[in-house]
């Protein structure tokens, strides 16, 4: 189909392209999945080659549409570019808050429940689209409550209330997230360039949305305290390879830092004050299908670990200082190496 398209929308059909073409499609009857996964074909691929197509779709309120095909999944083959497509008209500018409307807490528990049903190879593409779909929801509502709360995240929500039967959906997140830099995981039909760019995208709409779940004392507890391990060397190891000009991405990866170290039970303490310090975990990967709140943390993390993460940080810290990194990341990672020594 990607060939098709792209031989297609190469041609000069009419006067005005791309947006005759974005108009003519939008003319088609796309209650029958077979006509709607051509549709949405043609609309996905000319969104690639034209973002102001994906613009005017937004504007000419066609996300209802797409987000009605997303949540009844009539056929998967149609599904999964409608996914595709939604992504991207998510991700090509901010939503109104009647947009946000539609992402609804029914909605995203839908995906999750679909995210844990498509387990295994076969639907890996498909899979870490779903979670990209969500990752870039959450960025919406984020941006709107930045300055202050207007609108419920439906996202954190739809996880709190599903939060021990996400074991797919936190397994491929994580793998997503330590796998940086190899944006073909979930995405191999578009050209190379984009692809670069949209990985990096990817990796700060993971780490924006790991700062919310851990900041939330509903949702902390999420991950393994083994995945918490994993998260922070990803970090480290991101961190020390990523241009020094990527502020964005520096700050997304160290404002995770604080909410990680202050609410999970990464870091052993000795008191109970912190949120979630009554709730242990299991560490072993091998016992991830049991109740991981009857589990204690692995003793050892403190002495495999926490030296070294201490160092790492601090290293992260006078290296952006040598360097001359932004004000705003600066901070971030002395705020980071802050919440490290009190939580220790």
């Known amino acids: 189909m990607q060939v098709i398209c792209e031989?297609?929308?190469?041609?000069?059909?009419?006067?005005d392209e791309p947006e005759s073409t974005r108009k003519h499609l939008m003319t088609y009857d796309t209650n029958n999945p077979q006509t709607a996964y051509i549709v949405y074909s043609f609309l996905y691929y000319l969104g690639m080659s034209a973002p102001n197509v994906l613009r005017r779709l937004v504007r000419d309120d066609y996300l209802e549409i797409v987000f009605d095909v997303v949540y009844k999944k009539s056929d998967q083959r149609c599904h999964h570019i409608a996914v595709k497509l939604l992504y991207e008209l998510c991700k090509?500018?901010?939503?109104?808050?009647?947009?946000?409307?539609?992402?609804?807490?029914?909605?995203v528990s839908f995906v999750l429940s679909l995210i844990e049903k498509l387990s295994g190879d076969y639907y890996e593409v498909y899979n870490y689209n779903l979670i990209r779909l969500l990752l870039i929801y959450n960025e919406q509502f984020r941006k709107k409550n930045i300055r202050t709360s207007v609108i419920k995240n439906s996202i954190l929500i739809a996880i709190e209330s599903r939060i021990f039967n996400l074991k797919t959906f936190t397994e491929n997140l994580l793998f997503m997230f330590n796998r940086a830099g190899k944006p073909e995981i979930y995405n191999s039909d578009i050209n190379k360039t984009y692809l670069q760019q949209d990985d990096q995208y990817t990796q700060i709409l993971i780490s924006r949305f790991l700062a919310e779940i851990f900041s939330n004392p509903r949702t902390c507890m999420l991950f393994y305290t083994n995945d918490l391990a994993i998260i922070v060397d990803v970090i480290v190891r991101e961190l020390q390879i990523v241009d020094q000009h990527e502020d964005e991405l520096q700050l997304a990866?160290?404002?995770?830092?604080?909410?990680?170290?202050?609410?999970?039970?990464?870091?052993?303490?000795s008191n109970n004050s912190s949120p979630g310090s009554n709730i242990s975990l299991s560490?072993?990967?091998s016992s991830k299908s049991l109740d991981f709140r009857t589990y204690s943390p692995v003793a050892n993390f403190e002495h495999q670990k926490q030296r070294e993460c201490e160092i790492l940080l601090d290293s992260i810290r006078k290296n952006l200082s040598v360097?001359?990194?932004?004000e705003t990341v600066r901070k971030a990672a002395e705020k980071a190496l802050e919440a490290f020594n009190a939580n220790k």
């Open 283 to 285: 560490l072993p990967i």
């Open 323 to 326: 360097i001359g990194a932004r």
């Open 92 to 107: 090509i500018d901010d939503l109104s808050l009647s947009d946000l409307t539609y992402i609804t807490v029914d909605l």
């Open 7 to 15: 031989e297609v929308i190469g041609q000069e059909l009419f006067d």
């Open 253 to 269: 990866y160290l404002q995770i830092f604080p909410s990680l170290f202050a609410f999970t039970p990464l870091l052993p303490r």
